[in-house]
């Protein structure tokens, strides 16, 4: 199985259009040390040749660009592409608003919890995937689905399950109980093989590792997990946002209730970074907070990167 990040970013990117922050002026200018990146998404498949994407980032057409892989390739029709399948782990811009580049009439499957297609049902914008070409399937949660699309099994099957987080930002309903969010809103995807039975996992999006997660990803040959924020409170402190990581629904890499403490005993033989957003000291290669991480064993997610099981 191939796995391809897309885009290692969080929501806005590396750098962030609007952006003044240290990181974001150094990797506009091309400091050594800073890689950009696009926003959060990763492509995964079985023959190299049918791919599913975990989601769909407002980056995708650059990010097609940037892996040919992805391109229709010279047996093919006039009209095709490689993508058969996309599996949405929440409704975040960051990773839905994607689908507006897959339209013209392809047919592929679009995977989603159920509160997640309901979203897009009643945002009309996104009928130009035409419900008779694009086929939307709930997923069920804490059971497999095999991948399928446009007429292709992609010999991969995904289980999602529901992680702690919030509900998409655009979504919040101030006078609610929990904004508005209920289970399901953000979920974890574990993808595995079919033939071979390898199986990673992509949490993009997590709040806090609770027992049940971290018995569900000790042993785990890779993870791709939320590297949101080194600093619960590192957006106050930049004076860029008024708002903590808990707030947000995205746990913290540092500190004794953070991903580094909560992975150390859970023995995953791989473990990347991804959905980093701008203000994180991880982006800076040379930082102290880069060189802690590693230690720990973690990759900072880059574009491009890929990982074969
Ligand atoms: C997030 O991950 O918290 C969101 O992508 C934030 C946003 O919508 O900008
Ligand atoms: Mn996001
Ligand atoms: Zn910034």
Not at 110 to 128: M, T
Request: some cysteine; proline content about 6%.
């Amino acid at each position: 199985m191939q796995i391809r990040i897309l885009g290692s970013g969080a929501g806005g990117g590396f750098p962030q259009w609007n952006c003044n922050c240290a990181n974001c002026r150094a990797v506009r200018e091309g400091a050594p040390g800073f890689l950009p990146r696009t926003q959060s998404s990763l492509a995964a498949s079985a023959n190299g040749r049918d791919w599913v994407l975990l989601n769909a980032s407002p980056d995708l057409r650059q990010q097609l660009a940037m892996n040919p892989v992805l391109a229709p390739s010279a047996e093919d029709g006039l009209r095709a592409s490689p993508i058969k399948a996309v599996v949405i782990t929440n409704g975040d811009v960051d990773h839905v608003t994607g689908l507006l580049t897959l339209r013209e009439a392809q047919p592929f499957t679009v995977y989603g919890a159920g509160r997640v297609l309901q979203v897009l049902a009643a945002n009309r914008i996104f009928n130009v995937l035409a419900p008779s070409c694009v086929a939307r399937e709930e997923l069920p949660l804490g059971a497999p689905t095999e991948l399928k699309g446009a007429g292709v099994d992609l010999g991969l099957s995904v289980e999602a399950f529901p992680v702690a987080g919030k509900i998409a930002l655009w979504l919040e309903d101030a006078l609610a109980a929990n904004y508005g969010g209920a289970e399901g809103d953000t979920l974890g995807l574990k993808i595995t093989e079919t033939a071979s039975g390898k199986s990673f996992f992509y949490i993009p999006g997590c709040a806090g590792v609770d027992p049940a997660l971290a018995e569900r990803l000790r042993g785990a040959a890779l993870v791709f997990f939320d590297g949101t924020l080194w600093h619960e409170n590192e957006m106050i402190d930049q004076g860029l946002l008024g708002k903590t990581g808990t707030r947000m629904g995205h746990i913290n890499m540092s500190g004794p209730d953070g991903s580094i403490a909560a992975f150390a005993p859970l023995n995953v033989a791989r473990k990347i970074y991804v959905h980093i957003n701008n203000s994180n000291p991880v982006l800076n290669a040379f930082s102290k907070e880069r060189a802690e991480a590693k230690f720990a064993g973690w990759e900072i997610g880059e574009d491009g990167m890929e990982a074969l099981l």
